[in-house]
């Protein structure tokens, strides 16, 4: 799993931060009166992911998946029957919530992820019921239904045992805003891999 605990160490050329993927050479433009390039280091000290809930309920992001039966919500009962494709991986974390989030309006943002590193973010939502309320910031956010997810299985009421589809988007920094459930039925589930295969 990656170390995201670990000061993050970024390139600067002049103003610009180079972004990890980036190759060197793209953002040289050579001064024929210069015979030196100067680079800046930088080290950001903290977690390279941080969550927060803006409606000021518990989150945490765990440094893990659940097991089955754990626990999804710091505030239900209700717990994990399958983690899907969610399952043994080790450079995943699951974003502990609560519930209770459910109500917020799909236009208002409900959490904020904090990210540093490159990521990709997952949300599983419960069934496809409960996308049709966020429909519409998926699309203009340009999230994506993954064919390759399989998505958790959790009990819960009143339609449980619940499982939905799988949406992701690749992150490489930066904050991102999570828009609100809208649905009375609970809120979507949100998983995070630190070591993505960008490629």
């Known amino acids: 799993m990656a170390d995201t605990e670990a000061e993050l160490v970024q390139i600067c050329l002049g103003t610009t931060v180079l972004k990890h993927c980036a190759m060197l050479g793209d953002f040289l433009v050579p001064d024929r009166d210069k015979s030196m390039l100067e680079l800046t280091f930088l080290k950001l000290l903290?977690?390279?992911?941080?969550?927060?809930?803006?409606?000021?309920?518990?989150?945490?992001?765990?440094?893990?998946?659940?097991?089955?039966?754990?626990?999804?919500?710091?505030d239900r009962s209700y717990r994990f029957i399958s983690l899907?494709?969610?399952?043994?991986?080790?450079?995943?974390?699951?974003?502990?919530?609560?519930n209770?989030?459910?109500?917020?309006?799909s236009d208002e943002a409900m959490w904020r992820l904090n990210v540093r590193?490159?990521?990709?973010?997952?949300?599983?939502f419960r069934s496809e019921m409960h996308v049709r309320y966020v429909r519409k910031w998926l699309?203009?956010?340009?999230?994506?239904?993954?064919?390759?997810?399989e998505s958790t299985v959790t009990s819960g009421i009143p339609n449980g045992p619940y499982s939905g589809p799988v949406f992701f988007?690749?992150?490489?920094?930066?904050?991102l805003d999570l828009r609100g459930s809208d649905c009375g039925e609970g809120t979507y589930f949100v998983f995070i891999d630190t070591e993505p295969d960008l490629s």
């Not at 988007?169 to 904050?175: E, H, R």
Request: with cysteine; charged share 25%.
């Open 117 to 124: 590193m490159p990521v990709i973010v997952y949300l599983n």
């Open 46 to 74: 903290g977690p390279a992911v941080t969550v927060e809930a803006l409606t000021g309920r518990e989150i945490k992001l765990l440094d893990s998946v659940p097991s089955r039966g754990d626990r999804c919500h710091f």
């Open 100 to 105: 209770d989030d459910k109500g917020t309006p």
């Open 169 to 175: 988007k690749a992150v490489s920094d930066g904050l």
């Open 139 to 149: 699309q203009t956010g340009d999230w994506t239904r993954s064919t390759q997810m």
């Open 84 to 98: 899907g494709s969610f399952a043994d991986k080790p450079s995943m974390r699951y974003v502990m919530t609560s």
